[in-house]
């Protein structure tokens, strides 16, 4: 049984979402052609328990090595070679974003966090744009991040967005932080999500030097359309339609938790402790809200619930700042603004 069992083959945009958009599509094609992309989602998640099992094969390098590649429009990965480290750019503006957002998601972790890469060895980054054909997502198989380009109608592409980036690297991360990964279903794969979404959002907080009350707190700022809506999630106010789009349903508290519920849904409730504990210790939310999160992850386990998360953050935070210090305050407060512990 190989060590990273719980990879997981990770889509930005929830199936939900698509069928939702498919239903309240203006054409039949475009309601095929969501419900095809759907249908594909399906598939390549089926395919989540060979990826990991190959990484051990994917060269770890020790230092910051980006390849980016281009589907061509296809769906055979990873596609042809256009950019490597320290190439010129390329005249393709996807590819240059791909290559430029997985650097400063690389950064960050390595300077903030002392990280090297996502499995902390310097794995290679790959990314492959161009994927399919108005291709309504991004995604991480457990190797690598594939980007499609959006169909210009509903999603305006994904490679822009640096915190989709950083979300989509972090789940690779989580798989290799936590000892033997978070398993992407019920709370371990609220959890999951809910992680990526905080390390995607400091990433883009870090990027912008925004403190936390100049942060939007948004996830997927910017990919779709504005007659979709303005983003996929807010963890400053989970759940909020106007600062979101129509359908989302996430909870920011445990008394709106949905049993059954998508990863996507109930991630809202950890991320609004997130959000709490950085409002609370102030100042950037890479300074300690950051480091804090992500010393919890080597103490949780593949099965872990948000209880567990929220011993592993206050625990974390004993250790980095002192047993009853205002920061291990701060953390346990924030969970029980949430109705956690
Ligand atoms: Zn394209
Ligand atoms: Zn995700």
């Known amino acids: 049984m190989d060590e990273h069992a719980h990879g997981c083959t990770c889509f930005i945009i929830p199936s939900k979402m698509l069928r939702q958009l498919a239903d309240e599509a203006t054409s039949a094609s475009e309601r095929h052609s969501l419900l095809d992309q759907v249908e594909l989602s399906a598939h390549l998640r089926g395919q989540r328990s060979v990826a990991p099992l190959v990484m051990g094969l994917v060269a770890a390098t020790g230092e910051k090595r980006r390849t980016v590649y281009d589907a061509q429009h296809k769906t055979a990965l990873p596609g042809k070679l256009v950019r490597g480290e320290d190439s010129k750019p390329s005249s393709d503006k996807a590819v ?84 033997g990964g978070l398993v992407y279903a019920d709370q371990s794969g609220a959890l999951n999500e809910s992680i990526s979404d905080v390390f995607g959002s400091i990433v883009k907080q870090w990027t912008l030097k925004q403190n936390v009350e100049q942060a939007d707190w948004l ?12 983003a996929l999630r807010s963890m400053a106010d989970p759940g909020n339609k106007e600062l979101t789009w129509s359908g989302d349903d996430q909870p920011k508290n445990m008394a709106g938790y949905v049993q059954g519920g998508d990863v996507h849904t109930n991630s809202g409730i950890p991320n609004h402790a997130f959000y709490a504990a950085a409002i609370a210790l102030k100042g950037n939310a890479w300074d300690k809200a950051g480091p804090i999160w992500y010393k919890a992850l080597s103490l949780l386990t593949s099965n872990s619930t948000f209880a567990d998360m929220a011993k592993a953050t206050s625990d974390s935070a004993a250790l980095l700042y002192g047993v009853n210090s205002a920061e291990q305050h701060a953390i346990q407060a924030a969970w029980k603004v949430v109705g956690v512990a």
């Open 96 to 179: 240059n974003q791909a290559y430029d957002g997985a650097g400063a998601t690389y950064d960050f972790y390595r300077e903030v966090l002392k990280r090297n890469s996502v499995d902390g060895k310097g794995l290679r980054l790959d990314s492959t744009v161009h994927y399919q054909t108005n291709f309504n997502n991004a995604f991480w198989n457990g190797q690598q991040m594939v980007y499609g380009d959006g169909d210009g109608k509903l999603f305006l592409g994904f490679t822009g967005a640096i915190d989709v980036i950083a979300h989509e690297l972090t789940h690779g991360v989580t798989q290799y932080a936590v000892p």
């Open 219 to 230: 996830i997927g700022a910017g990919i779709m359309a504005p007659a979709v809506g303005k």
